[in-house]
């Protein structure tokens, strides 16, 4: 019997095919050894036959591929500076894939640490567009949800999702969500337009699904339990899946960073050496140096006593 394929997407260009590789061998990592990975690849640039063989390279034996290249589709929407047209490509999924009902898609900036094909056959999207994470609304960001139409403890992070594809269509969700996507004054166009668009059929999942940044750090945790319980702030420490929100491990230390290149290291060798991706040597020789235990419990230290003083606080 040929093991079923749990279909993953993920949106990159020729320069971020190995955060996006270290993803995907992260996914395959945790993944039951019963199943396969069906990875479908969004460009907003061509991907050369190199690099697609390089992917093929992580596993020839539990991957498959598609690709498809969007460099010729352009949306007639407001693109701000920080983020790029490709961010959106999410939003246009279920036309995209007319041949699938339900994936999990992937910003490519995540350590996934759980088995997804659980969360994908458990998921009931019966009546929801999307399961996705709540994120732990800070105090200073209130008032930008509020001013969305949205509450505090119901805006949505949007880099992992499992998509309902199949009533997204059937409701023509797809238009109203680059119509709200082109609305002025938009933060973050993509995650906002789901948020909003969506409201009321989003089905919230444990946030070991996607851990961000905010959900790793000590001062935030106070605010995280407005949200959560001690036992999912504990879950996400010991084997929540990391979405590096702002910094990127391989660009400068942030939490987690090792996690990152553990498996940027399991990479295989043609990977690893491709020119198009840029790496910081600082980050990679610290990496490095702490894996010396004694290197890590000195900076350990120093990092907790540098948390205390900063932030004691915080969570008092």
């Known amino acids: ?3 079923p394929y749990i279909p993953i997407v993920l949106a990159f260009t020729p320069n971020y095919v190995v955060p996006a590789a270290t993803t995907i061998l992260s996914v395959l990592d945790n993944l039951a ?40 589709k352009h949306l007639n929407v407001n693109i701000n500076n920080r983020f790029t047209e490709a961010a959106l490509y999410r939003l246009l999924l279920p036309d995209l894939l007319p041949y699938e009902d339900k994936v999990i898609y992937l910003d490519s900036d995540v350590i996934v640490r759980t088995d997804l094909s659980k969360l994908f056959f458990q998921a009931n999207l019966d009546g929801y567009y999307l ?14 949800i509020n ?4 509450k505090p403890g119901e805006y949505i992070n949007s880099g992992f999702l499992i998509l309902n594809l199949k009533k997204l269509r059937e409701e023509n969700v797809v238009r109203k969500l ?3 996507s082109n609305v002025e004054g938009l933060l973050f166009p993509d995650q906002d337009a789901i948020n909003k668009v969506c409201q009321g059929k989003i089905l919230p999942i444990q946030p ?8 790793f750090l000590p001062q935030y945790k106070k605010t995280f339990l407005k949200y959560y319980k001690e036992e999912d702030w504990e ?16 660009k400068m230390y942030t939490v987690q960073f090792d996690k990152w290149w553990d498996y940027y290291e399991r990479l295989p060798a043609v990977l690893k050496k491709n020119s198009l991706f840029s790496k910081s040597q600082r980050i990679y020789f610290l990496y490095k140096l702490l ?15 540098y948390r205390f003083l900063r932030y004691k606080n915080v969570n008092t």
């Open 291 to 305: 894996k010396i235990n004694i290197c890590r419990e000195f900076f350990l230290l120093a990092q907790n006593i």
């Open 33 to 72: 050894p019963n199943f396969k990975l069906k990875v479908i690849c969004l460009s907003s640039q061509p991907l050369s036959e190199e690099i697609k063989e390089m992917l093929y390279t992580i596993s020839k034996e539990r991957l498959s591929f598609s690709f498809i290249d969007l460099s010729k």
């Open 147 to 150: 001013n969305l139409g949205l």
């Open 178 to 180: 680059l119509e709200e």
């Open 208 to 215: 070991i699904y996607n851990s961000i940044r905010t959900f």
């Open 131 to 144: 399961a996705a994470v709540v994120e732990a609304t800070l105090p200073f960001q209130e008032e930008y």
């Open 1 to 3: 019997m040929i093991p």
């Open 235 to 250: 879950a996400i420490q010991s084997y929540g899946n990391i979405h590096y929100t702002g910094g990127k491990p391989w």
